[in-house]
């Protein structure tokens, strides 16, 4: 099968339909640097070399019969809430849909890698995806390319991913194959991947160190963006909503790439008092987790309604977002202003 280009799409997911912990695949959020590419199967293979013992190239049908497991993971843009910034931050201006939710099948990466035989040396390894194009900061055409430390490579729930919601891998996210990094911000699960590359030092590539790192003008050095941050958000009702007197249900999720949420508050008087709000979904590693609140509304007048989340580690959102050049992991307290009539 052969695909034809089509041109950049970024796309969020809509809040407002989050009805299941599952998000439905033509409402998965869609985040790409560059056009999609064209992939030709009869020709497609997974490649695997630099310093391994044993270089591979892997065909589909041969991917599609090795040992298959299936992990739920939650993928979030690392610019999710960019929009929410102030001052304004430059890039994609995302609001509250840079994030979804899948189960994800294939071959664990740690399988190949093995097969393959990683030599002493080894440091990182880069993901190659098929998608390439240029840059507005500097000359020539990139692919995109993103390199992971050795150990977090061989992580057994990092996966090649082959299927989407038991379904084959949807080429908009990624078809034939694509890297899932769970914990890690999106920029991590390469999509379309075609070579995979094992290096003896840390990768240079434009989208390694120029992109998706926290850069802030107090600081000289940059720190890479990895696990995704403590965060929850408002889905219902949204900001600016007038409501009617009566009962109406909250509803968000709340996430952490690091520790697992403990607990999500809510406040109904802009952080004057809060209470918690009970879970719908149990908890998954890496996945995020929808919270609701039944909240009878008597009152007419002007609601200022806040959502704060815990972690196992005792950590909490911040009520402020960390400022970084480039507007990533925006994980401030989330606020809504509604009107009841």
């Known amino acids: 099968m052969t695909t034809r280009k089509i041109i950049p799409e970024n796309q969020e997911f809509p809040i407002l339909s989050l009805s299941s912990r599952i998000t439905p695949d033509h409402l998965f959020y869609r985040r790409n640097h560059c056009p999609y590419p064209a992939v030709d199967m009869r020709t497609w293979e997974l490649q695997i070399g630099g310093y391994v013992d044993r270089p591979l190239c892997i065909r589909y049908p041969e991917l599609i019969q090795m040992h298959q497991v299936s992990i739920p993971v939650t993928l979030e843009c690392a610019g999710e809430k960019r929009g929410l910034f102030h001052p ?16 994800w099948t294939g071959v664990r990466l740690v399988d190949l ?56 891998l949807p080429f908009r996210h990624g078809y034939p194959a694509r890297l899932i990094v769970p914990g890690w911000y999106g920029m991590a699960s390469v999509k379309w991947l075609h070579r995979i590359n094992i290096i003896d030092q840390p990768f240079q590539g434009p989208y390694q160190r120029v992109d998706y ?34 009962e109406h249900w909250l509803i968000g999720t709340a996430i952490s790439g690091e520790h697992p949420v403990a607990f999500v508050e809510i406040s109904m008087d802009n952080g004057m008092s809060w209470q918690l709000a009970p879970w719908l979904d149990p908890h998954e590693s890496y996945s995020w987790r929808r919270w609701y609140l039944k909240w009878t509304a008597r009152t007419p007048g002007t609601y200022d309604i806040r959502v704060r989340a815990t972690d196992a580690a005792g950590n909490v959102q911040s009520e402020t977002a960390d400022s970084n050049t480039k ?11 509604v009107y009841v009539d």
Do not use: C
């Open 113 to 168: 890698l093995h097969a393959a035989g990683i030599q002493s040396n080894a440091i990182e390894v880069t993901f190659e995806g098929m998608d390439q194009g240029t840059r507005t900061d500097m000359p020539g055409v990139f692919a995109f390319i993103r390199s992971l430390p050795i150990e977090v490579a061989l992580h057994p729930d990092v996966l090649i991913a082959l299927y989407m919601n038991g379904e084959p």
């Open 213 to 246: 790192v926290y850069e802030r003008h107090i600081e000289p050095v940059s720190e890479p963006v990895t696990k995704i941050r403590l965060n929850s958000t408002i889905a219902r009702p949204s900001d600016q909503e007038v409501l009617a007197r009566g």
């Open 327 to 337: 507007g990533y992991g925006y994980n401030a307290i989330h606020q809504i202003r």
């Open 88 to 103: 304004k931050k430059r890039g994609e201006q995302w609001e509250l849909g840079a994030s979804s939710h899948a189960v």
